[in-house]
């Protein structure tokens, strides 16, 4: 079972993750989020919910990859986000909560 250790990845942005996700910024953020640089935002799937092999390649390069229960899988692959415990279904995709909140580095 693949865990992610947080700690290891402090300073990963999330843009490694740019060819699957997008990065969404929130519509609301704190005077204290502002004032320390920090914009929340989520991280939404590129793709579709039917789409296994984008899905697959995004989990393979991810360090905040974690299992989900066996229940909750739906990709008969292991390594897919739409296995991992981090995402969160929308109505046409799905987000993903484990990658960073905070502006990824785009250049």
């Known amino acids: 079972m693949k865990r992610c250790n947080h700690s290891q990845h402090q300073e990963f942005d999330g843009s490694i993750m740019t060819?699957?996700?997008?990065?969404?910024?929130?519509?609301?953020?704190?005077t204290a989020e502002t004032q320390n640089n920090i914009v929340?935002?989520?991280?939404?799937?590129?793709?579709?919910?039917?789409?296994?092999?984008?899905?697959?390649?995004?989990a393979?390069?991810?360090?905040?990859?974690?299992?989900?229960?066996?229940?909750?899988?739906i990709d008969d692959v292991l390594l897919s986000c739409f296995n991992c415990m981090q995402r969160r279904w929308l109505i046409d995709g799905f987000e993903c909560v484990g990658?960073?909140?905070?502006?990824?580095l785009v250049e």
Request: hydrophobic share 35%.
């Open 99 to 104: 990658l960073p909140l905070n502006q990824p």
């Open 40 to 58: 929340a935002g989520r991280w939404l799937f590129r793709f579709d919910n039917h789409n296994l092999i984008q899905s697959r390649q995004a």
């Open 60 to 73: 393979a390069v991810c360090p905040y990859f974690i299992e989900d229960d066996e229940d909750e899988m």
């Open 19 to 30: 060819p699957w996700f997008t990065y969404e910024l929130s519509r609301q953020s704190t």
